[in-house]
């Protein structure tokens, strides 16, 4: 089945630097790349998303970039803010998967005033 | 519309007990997924639903089982409960159309069980 690996596990940064979250995966056949962000006591939210037909999406501060080839995909974040601290996940849907996500282990960012 | 909804927040139960989990999903959503959230395992899919069919399964023990209403709401049991089972326990809803093409699947705050 697809595995996904997440790096790092934890990133600290100062408020208005750049922010980057790494994700590999497995399964050359998984189509579909979500992004979500976790704040304590609540579930994970939807930020970002790409499909496996565009190499790279923006919205607003945030972007995501896909390497089909090498099988990665990156979160970035731009001129950080301490509300954006919180747990990232990546996830990989197989395209025989229905509405399966496999999730990344998820990374702890702190933005630092 | 409203989000996803998840009954109840918090459950503290006993080892050998059973319980049952509730989700109702955004309005116009067939397709209910859940996900059991450790810290040491993260995130695992347990099963997804749709129209009132499991379409399909994690690696989960057959203790774990669950169902949907023909309102899309659905629910999930986990019987005899073990020390191990403590967790968070998320659904998630999406239109849930299609194979090839994948729906956004929007999460629940999800229900934080406790087996003491």
């Known amino acids: 089945g697809e595995n996904v690996e997440q790096h790092p596990s934890t990133l600290s940064v100062q408020e208005g630097d750049s922010a980057v979250i790494k994700c590999t995966y497995s399964?050359?056949?998984?189509?579909?790349f979500p992004w979500y962000k976790q704040e304590l006591g609540k579930g994970p939210q939807l930020i970002i998303d790409?499909?496996?037909?565009?190499g790279e999406k923006k919205d607003q501060r945030i972007a995501v970039t896909l390497n089909k080839t090498a099988k990665h995909f990156s979160l970035h974040i731009t001129e950080t803010q301490p509300e954006d601290s919180a747990v990232y996940f990546c996830a990989a849907r197989p395209i025989s998967g229905y509405s399966t996500l496999t999730f990344g282990k998820g990374t702890m960012l702190l933005v630092s005033p | 519309k409203a989000g996803v909804t998840q009954t109840p927040r918090y459950l503290i139960k006993t080892r050998g007990q059973q319980v049952t989990l509730s989700c109702s999903p955004i309005s116009g959503h067939r397709s209910v997924s859940w996900y059991q959230q450790t810290p040491g395992q993260g995130l695992q899919f347990l099963f997804e639903y749709f129209s009132e069919t499991q379409r399909n399964k994690g690696n989960f023990p057959g203790r774990f089982s669950g169902r949907q209403f023909s309102n899309s709401r659905s629910e999930m049991n986990v019987s005899t409960l073990e020390l191990g089972d403590s967790a968070l326990y998320l659904c998630?809803?999406?239109?849930?159309?299609?194979?090839?093409?994948?729906?956004?699947?929007?999460f629940g705050p999800g229900t934080r069980l406790t087996v003491t």
């Open positions: 790409i499909r496996s037909n565009v």
């Open positions: 998630a809803s999406s239109t849930g159309q299609g194979v090839s093409i994948s729906s956004e699947q929007y």
């Open positions: 399964d050359s056949a998984s189509n579909y």
